[in-house]
C-alpha cells in the first residue's frame, strides 16, 4: 500500500457542469492508467484515474455522479483531501500507430497517456467521444498535443455525429493503427472489441473497488481472479479475452452481481 | 518433493497446508480461483450473512508499521448469492472450500446452516468474532463461554458438514472458550480473527483514518499473539486447529505448526508478497523441510504442551 | 520556538510532553538522567515492588516486525533502593519523577504509598497492568473494575502526590475501568501498558524464543490499539491522559495527542531512533506545530469525542 | 536488535579447565569489542566477547562460572544455541604504538582487536596476565601473531610474576606507548587507571545486562546513564573519568547496587 497522504486542493478547473478536474502539488510517480483511492474522511473512498502527472504536480478528472463526488464538488482550493496510490497496472508504451477510444468522464486519462506516448515517438490519433456538447472533455488539453483529435458526440451537437466506436470501427477498417487503447463505458469497449479484427489492444476497465490493494476480493474478474486493482485496471487484449463477465455483469459493493 | 505438502485437514486430502482465510479475495468464485492456481490448499469464503450486506463506507482499510487494519463491515453478497459463487467453483476444482458464515442469533446461525448444507461446500465456519460491526452487534460472541457453546452446540445438530469454530484472540480466557467450542461438538477451531480493534488518525485532517472509526488488526504484528492463542489452545484441547495471524513466510507459518496449528491461513501477507504468496510459502516450508530433515509436515515436531 | 512545547501536567510545568514509561531505561538515576539529558520532560521509575525482584531469565526480550515483546518479569532492587534512585536523581534536577509501584494486594499498594510519600517522587503511578507476571499472579488487577477502583480509592487517601493509575489494553471494556480509577479519585490515567501477550517460536530449536514462553508487545505495532484506547477512554473521563504506546515519530505524538492525551510516553522507540528520540520527536511536534500554525500545545485540536 | 540466529557449534577447543573457545560459521560482521548475547533456550541469556571473528566465522570464548556456563560447557559440536548481535561500542583503530592490558577470560577480545590492529600497522604490545598458569589463556594463538607479548601469572607460575598492571606500570613508565587498551576484572581496570598517566586509553567494562539493546536500563552506568550495552561496552578515556561507579559498585539482576 502506497503511504496515505493528505493534500491540499491545488486547482480546481470546471470541465462541463458535472465534470471537474482536480489537480495536487504532490509528486505521485504515477504511470498512464493507473489511479489513486481518494477519501474526504467523510464516508466513502473512491477510484480516480489519473488524467495528468508531472513531476510535481497530478490531476484527477471527476463526474459528479453521487453522495461522494456531490461532496468532492463542494470543495475548494486549498481545502485537504486524502489519497493512496497510485495503484494498479499501466498501459504499454507504444511508440508506433496508435488509437485511442475514449467515452465520457474516462476520456482524460488519455491526456496523460497520450503525453507519455508521444515522448517515445508514437503517431496518435483519438477519438473523443461523449453523448452530446456539454459533456464532451478536454478539448483544449488535447489540442495543444501533437495528435490528431477526432471528436464525436452521439447526438451531433460536437465534431462528427455518432458513437466513438462507429467512428473507430471506420478508421480502423483503414488499417492504419497498431495499436489501440480504450477507456470508457464498458459496453462501449464490448461494442469496440466486436470490430476491432486482429489489432493489439489494451483496455482500462472499471470494477467496484475498495481496499485497492488486492486483498478484500471486491474487484476480482470472473474467472480467473485478475484483480483489477492489482493486475489491472488496465488489461492487455490476451486477458480480455478470457474474461466471462466483460460486457455481462459486474458487482456491487456487497459482492452481487449486477447485469450491464 | 511436492508430494511431502500433502496432509490431511478434517478427513480431506489437500495438496497445501496453506488456507485462503475468510474475507481475503474471496468474495466470488474468480477469488477462489487466483488462490488455487497460486498455491493454497483450501479456500474460505467472505463471511456470508442471511441478508446482502455493503458493508462500511470508505475507507475500509489502512496501513501501519506492521499490518492493516480493516473494518469490512461484512460486506458480502449474502448467503444465496455467496453460495452460487462456492457452487460455481467446485463446479471445477476438488479444492475444498469453507464456507464462513455470521449471524448473531442462533436462529440465524441455523438458517445459514441449512443453506450450507445444500452448497457443494465442504466445511461450515462459524465466525463468531468480527471485530469491525461492534457499533452493530456489541461486543463479539465468541467472548461468551456459553454462546460460543450454545450456538455451536445448535448448528452441529442439524449441519452435514463438519463445523470449524472461528474464535476472537479479544478475550482474557481463551482456553474456556475453545473448549465450549469444544465440547459442543466443534470440529476444528480456527484462530485467529483480527487483533483489536484499534485507530488511526489523521494529524492534517484531525480525522480518524477508517470512516468506522476502528479496524481489526491483522498482517505481520499480530504474529506474536496468533502463535500465543493457537500454543495455548493446542495445549488445551484436542480439535485440530486452523491457525493464521500475520503467517508471511515460510518460517512464520512452521512456527504455527509448531505451536499446534494443523493448517496455516494466510490473508493480508497477499498484499506484502503478491497472490504468489502460497506458492512462495509452500516453497519456504519445503526448504525447511529438507535442511532439518523432515519428510512430512507430520514429522514437524510440536512445542512441548503448556502444562495447566 | 522550544518555549512552545512548554505544557502542565497535573501542575506541573514541564518543558517537553515527552515522558520516559515506566521500566525503560529507568532502573537507576542514572537512566533518568540520560533521558532528560535527551529532552524527555518527565520520567518514570521501573516498576518497584516491596520486595527486590531479579526478574524472569533471559530471554526477556525478542524482536519481531513491528514491535518487541518482553518479559522482564518486573525486576526492580525493591522500592527502598528504587525511590533512593529517584531521590539521587531530584538532588540535581527538578524534572518531575512519576514513582511505579506494583503489588498485588491492597495492603501491599499502601505501604508502596507510604514508601512513596516519603520520598521526592513527584507523582504516584500504579501498575494495575503487568501482563508478564501472569504465572505468578494471574489475571491482571486491572481487568477488574472492583479492583482497579479498591486499590485506587485505598491509595488515594493516604497518598500525599498525584495518582496516576495504569491500565491494561487487554480488556474487554476499557471505558468502565478508566470510569472506575477516575471515580475512586484517581488524578491521572496512563495506558496502555503492553498489549497480548504474545509469543515467539525459535523453529530450529523448537523452543519458545523468551525463556518466560509469553511478553507483552510494545512499539509501532501497538500504537493503533492505544490511539484507540485512549480516544474511547478520552470520550468517557474528564482526567488527564498520560498516552502511550508506539509512539516513534513527532507524527505518532501528535495522533496520541488528537486522541485525547495530554503528555505522551516514549518507550520502545529509543530502541528505534536512538536515546536522541526524545529530543528528535520534540523537533518533529515543533516542525508539525510550525507548518500547521499551531502556537502552542494546547492549540493541537482534539478529535470530536465518541458519542457514547 | 540485530536479527536473532540459531546456529550450531562448529568448534570448540578447551584452552583452560574452565575457559573454553566456542566457534561458530556465521558471518557476524562484528567489530573488535563488540558482544553476542547467547541462549539456548534452557533458561537465561548472557553476553560474551567476541574473541575472533572473521569473513565466515566468530568465536567466543567463555569462563564456567554459574549455571548457564555450565550448561554450555556441557554443548557438543553440531548443538544449537541462539545469539543476537553483534552489539556495542568498538575499540578505537589506532596505528601507533600501543598498549593491551587483559586479565583472565577477558583476554581473548583481545586477540581480534590485535589482528585488526595490525592490518593498520599498530605497533603492539600484550600484557597477558592471569592469577595462575592454570588459568593463562590463548598463549599460542598470540604467539602466531606480531606482536610483543608479556605473559604474567600473579603467583609466578608462567611469564613475569605480578598483576598485569605491575607490568603495565614499569613499561609505561619507559614513556613507550600512545594508547593504551584494557580488559579484565573492574578493580584491575581502576589500578591500571592510577597508574597510566596522560595516555588515551579505551576500557572494556561488563554490567549485568539483559535486553542489550538499550531499553531495560540494566546496564546504565553513574551518572551519565552511558548504556553500556550501546554507547559501551568500550569506554573512551574521557567517558571513564566521568564514571562515579567505576570500581566501586556495579548492579545485580534486580538493579541493586554491588560493591565490588
Ligand atoms: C479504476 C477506476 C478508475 C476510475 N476513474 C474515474 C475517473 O477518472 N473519474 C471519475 O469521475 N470516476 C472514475 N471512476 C469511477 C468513480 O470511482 C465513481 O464515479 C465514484 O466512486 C462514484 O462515487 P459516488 O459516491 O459519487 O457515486 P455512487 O452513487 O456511490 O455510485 C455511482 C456509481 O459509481 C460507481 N462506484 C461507486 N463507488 C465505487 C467504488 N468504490 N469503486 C468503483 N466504482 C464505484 C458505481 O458504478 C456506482 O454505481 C473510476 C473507477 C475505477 C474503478
Ligand atoms: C560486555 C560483556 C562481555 C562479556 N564477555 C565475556 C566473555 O567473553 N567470556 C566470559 O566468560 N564471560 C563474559 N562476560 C560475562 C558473562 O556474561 C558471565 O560470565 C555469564 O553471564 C555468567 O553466567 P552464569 O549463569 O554462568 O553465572 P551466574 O552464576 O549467573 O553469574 C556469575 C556472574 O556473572 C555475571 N553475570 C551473570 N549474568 C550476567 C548478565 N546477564 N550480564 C552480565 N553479567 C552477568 C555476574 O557478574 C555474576 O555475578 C561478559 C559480560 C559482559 C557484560
Ligand atoms: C480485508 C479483510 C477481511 C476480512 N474478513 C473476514 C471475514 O469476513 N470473516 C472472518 O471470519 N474473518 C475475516 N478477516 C480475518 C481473516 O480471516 C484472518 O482471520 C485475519 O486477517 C488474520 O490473518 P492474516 O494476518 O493472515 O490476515 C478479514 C481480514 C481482512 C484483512
Ligand atoms: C522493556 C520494557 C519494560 C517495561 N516495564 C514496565 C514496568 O515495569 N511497569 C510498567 O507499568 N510498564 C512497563 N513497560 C510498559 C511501558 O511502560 C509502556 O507502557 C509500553 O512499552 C508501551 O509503550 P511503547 O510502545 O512506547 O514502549 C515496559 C515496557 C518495556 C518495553
Ligand atoms: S479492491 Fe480489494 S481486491 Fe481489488
Ligand atoms: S542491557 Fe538493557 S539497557 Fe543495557
Chains 1, 4 share one sequence.
Do not use: W
Not at chain 1, 483544449?140 to 458513437?163: H, M, P, R, Y
Not at chain 2, 504455527?256 to 493480508?268: D, F, H, K, P
Amino acid at each position: 500500500m502506497e503511504k496515505r497522504i493528505t493534500l491540499k486542493i491545488a486547482k480546481i478547473v470546471d470541465e462541463t457542469r458535472d465534470i471537474k478536474t482536480f489537480t495536487f502539488n504532490h509528486s505521485l510517480g504515477a504511470k498512464p492508467g493507473q489511479f489513486i483511492m481518494l477519501t474526504d474522511f467523510e464516508g466513502g473512498e473512491k477510484p480516480f484515474s489519473i488524467s495528468d502527472c508531472s513531476k510535481n504536480e497530478f490531476s484527477i478528472t471527476v463526474k459528479r455522479i453521487g453522495d461522494f463526488t456531490t461532496r468532492l464538488f463542494q470543495k475548494c482550493v486549498g481545502d485537504y483531501v486524502s489519497i493512496r496510490g497510485a495503484y494498479g497496472s499501466s498501459f504499454f508504451v507504444s511508440n508506433k500507430k496508435v488509437l485511442l477510444v475514449g467515452g465520457g468522464y474516462a476520456v482524460p486519462t488519455f491526456n496523460f497517456l497520450a503525453k507519455v506516448l508521444l515522448e517515445t515517438g508514437a503517431d496518435i490519433t483519438l477519438i473523443n467521444g461523449a453523448c452530446t456538447r456539454a459533456e464532451h472533455v478536454f478539448d483544449n488539453s488535447f489540442k495543444n498535443l501533437n495528435i490528431n483529435v477526432i471528436n464525436t458526440t452521439d447526438d451531433g451537437t460536437l465534431g462528427e455525429a455518432g458513437t466513438a466506436v462507429e467512428i473507430a470501427q471506420k478508421i480502423i477498417a483503414q488499417g492504419k493503427f497498431d495499436f489501440v487503447y480504450a477507456s470508457g463505458p464498458e459496453l462501449m469497449m464490448k461494442a469496440l472489441q466486436n470490430v476491432i479484427g486482429d489489432l493489439e489492444y489494451e483496455f482500462l476497465f472499471e470494477r467496484y473497488m475498495k481496499c485497492a490493494v488486492g486483498i478484500c476480493g471486491s474487484c476480482t474478474m470472473d474467472p480467473s481472479g485478475i484483480r483489477l486493482c492489482v493486475e489491472g485496471p488496465v488489461l492487455s487484449k490476451r486477458k480480455v479475452e478470457k474474461l466471462t463477465e466483460f460486457g455481462k455483469y459486474h458487482r456491487d459493493a456487497s459482492g452481487k452481481r449486477i447485469k450491464f | 518433493m511436492q508430494k511431502s505438502l500433502k496432509t490431511k485437514f478434517l478427513g480431506h486430502t489437500i495438496n497445501s497446508p496453506l488456507v485462503l482465510p475468510a474475507g481475503v479475495i474471496g468474495m466470488a468464485f474468480s477469488g477462489f480461483n487466483i488462490s488455487i492456481e497460486n498455491g493454497a490448499g483450501i479456500v474460505t469464503s467472505k463471511s456470508l450473512t442471511m441478508k446482502p450486506r455493503t458493508g462500511h463506507r470508505g475507507p475500509i482499510i489502512a496501513e501501519f508499521e506492521g499490518g492493516f487494519l480493516n473494518c469490512m463491515g461484512l460486506c458480502n453478497p449474502g448467503i444465496v448469492d455467496g453460495l452460487v459463487e462456492i457452487d460455481q467453483f467446485k463446479k471445477r476444482s476438488n479444492i475444498p472450500v469453507i464456507a464462513s458464515v455470521f449471524a448473531t442469533s442462533t436462529k440465524d446461525f441455523l438458517k445459514l446452516t441449512k443453506h450450507v448444507n445444500n452448497s457443494k461446500a465442504d466445511f461450515l465456519e462459524l465466525n463468531l468474532s468480527c471485530p469491525n460491526v461492534f457499533d452493530e452487534f456489541g461486543i463479539p460472541l465468541s467472548a461468551s463461554h456459553d454462546e460460543v457453546y450454545k450456538i455451536t452446540k445448535a448448528v452441529k445438530q442439524i449441519s452435514t458438514l463438519p463445523v470449524i469454530t472461528k474464535l476472537s484472540p479479544n478475550v482474557y480466557d481463551i482456553v474456556s472458550i475453545a473448549k465450549a467450542a469444544e465440547s459442543a461438538g466443534s470440529d476444528a477451531l480456527c484462530m485467529i480473527n483480527t487483533v483489536g480493534p484499534g485507530m488511526l488518525i489523521d494529524t492534517k485532517m484531525i480525522k480518524p483514518v477508517l470512516f468506522n472509526k476502528f479496524g481489526g488488526l491483522s498482517g505481520p504484528c499480530v504474529k506474536p499473539i496468533a502463535l500465543k492463542l493457537i500454543y495455548q489452545t493446542y495445549s488445551a484441547v484436542n480439535i485440530p486447529i486452523l491457525g493464521m495471524g500475520g503467517v508471511t513466510y515460510g518460517e512464520d507459518a512452521i512456527g504455527m505448526l509448531m505451536a499446534g496449528a494443523e493448517v496455516i491461513g494466510v490473508g493480508t501477507a497477499v498484499h506484502y508478497r503478491g497472490i504468489e504468496v502460497f506458492n512462495k510459502i509452500n516453497s519456504e516450508i519445503m526448504e525447511f523441510m529438507a535442511e532439518n530433515g523432515y519428510a512430512s509436515l507430520q514429522e514437524i515436531p510440536k512445542l512441548e504442551k503448556l502444562k495447566m
